[in-house]
């Protein structure tokens, strides 16, 4: 998210409750037993909370497979890649609609990630499915509320600046993953899950890199 700490002061309305979660994860991509939650938790700041019901978040540079609850969002689309104003149009949604800040943002990389130079859509998450209603926002047009039914990912923990580096960094140790793990199928386009605000250092932020995935149906004999 290119938006300068200035821009981000005057934009964001909540506290800054920061706070360090112990338990950094290995550096090389391992995959984790895909039917065992994650126990391992990363060392992150902690800006605001998660929409309701969503697991926490996973450990660095380990493969994870979780599951996320049916949940609504406010989404818009990128204009050239200008990440920034994607992030202004969705705070002046939630600011226009009283809707609390959470964390994580989340951003869509459809097509081919290795032609693309940033995410094709950003949304911010309701803390819970019942706020609002669903449709396009009245005073803008661009961003649209949706409800997004229950998904399963492949998920890694990375850290680094929300930008492609850091989404291969990511997007490729999954790809290998998945290769390894024919039991699960992609089922979806692959995306980031960025929790941290412009405050926060580079070498610092965390996020999560994901492909939605299913179980691939048993081969009949």
């Not at 032609?115 to 950003?122: A, I, L, V, Y």
Request: glycine share 8%; charged share 20%.
């Amino acid at each position: 998210m290119r938006i300068t700490a200035a821009r981000m002061a005057l934009a964001l309305a909540i506290p800054l409750a920061i706070s360090l979660t112990a338990g950094a994860g290995p550096r090389g991509a391992q995959a984790a037993d895909p039917d065992t939650p994650a126990t391992k938790k990363p060392t992150m700041v902690s800006e605001a909370k998660l929409p309701d019901g969503f697991p926490p978040p996973g450990p660095v540079g380990e493969v994870i497979v979780k599951t996320y609850p049916t949940h609504r969002l406010a989404k818009t689309r990128a204009e050239a890649g200008a990440d920034d104003k994607m992030f202004m149009k969705l705070f002046g949604h939630i600011k226009r609609n009283d809707i609390a800040m959470t964390a994580p943002v989340t951003m869509d990389w459809a097509g081919d990630p290795a032609e693309r130079k940033g995410p094709d859509t950003m949304a911010f998450l309701y803390a819970k499915p019942d706020l609002g209603k669903p449709g396009p926002d009245p005073a803008d047009g661009s961003v649209i509320v949706e409800d997004v039914p229950e998904v399963t990912v492949a998920s890694i923990g990375v850290r680094g600046a929300y930008g492609k580096k850091t989404f291969k960094a990511g997007h490729e140790p999954l790809e290998a993953w998945l290769q390894a793990h024919p039991e699960w199928t992609v089922a979806g386009p692959p995306r980031m899950l960025a929790y941290n605000s412009p405050f926060v250092p580079w070498f610092a932020k965390y996020a999560e890199v994901q492909v939605p995935v299913r179980r691939t149906p048993p081969t009949t004999p």
